[in-house]
């Protein structure tokens, strides 16, 4: 049974910083692609990172220079570092994983920047 489990998110106010962590059960985070997406409020979900087995990443334009997705291997957990966060930042935001066949979600995590 695969299971995602984000944790880190919070309340931090304008240009502060922030870490999510998202740690994986029954599925190693080295062999697929992962991403952190967002959700605000009225919004529809989007992707904000990936990282893919070999280590590639990639970011939306919106958060390129303040955001960094990176692995664990030994740890089986991908974080995503958030830097100079605004309040545009403020979202739910959700670790997932492919593995060829399916996506797997994990619960999400609140993150609210106060202007």
């Known amino acids: 049974q695969v299971q995602l489990v984000e944790s880190g998110g919070g309340l931090v106010q304008a240009g502060g910083s922030l870490r999510l962590s998202c740690a994986a059960s029954?599925?190693?985070?080295?062999?697929?692609?992962t991403g952190w997406y967002r959700q605000a409020p009225g919004k529809q979900r989007e992707l904000v990172a990936v990282?893919?087995?070999?280590?590639?990443?990639t970011y939306v334009d919106s958060v390129k220079g303040r955001f960094t997705i990176s692995r664990d291997n030994a740890k089986n957990t991908v974080y995503l570092q958030m830097n100079s966060l605004k309040p545009e930042d403020t979202a739910v935001y959700y670790c997932?994983?492919?593995?060829?066949?399916?996506?797997?979600w994990g619960q999400g995590t609140q993150v609210t920047v106060s202007s």
């Open positions: 997932n994983t492919y593995d060829y066949m399916r996506d797997y």
């Open positions: 990282i893919y087995s070999g280590g590639t990443t």
């Open positions: 029954g599925i190693t985070f080295s062999r697929y692609r």
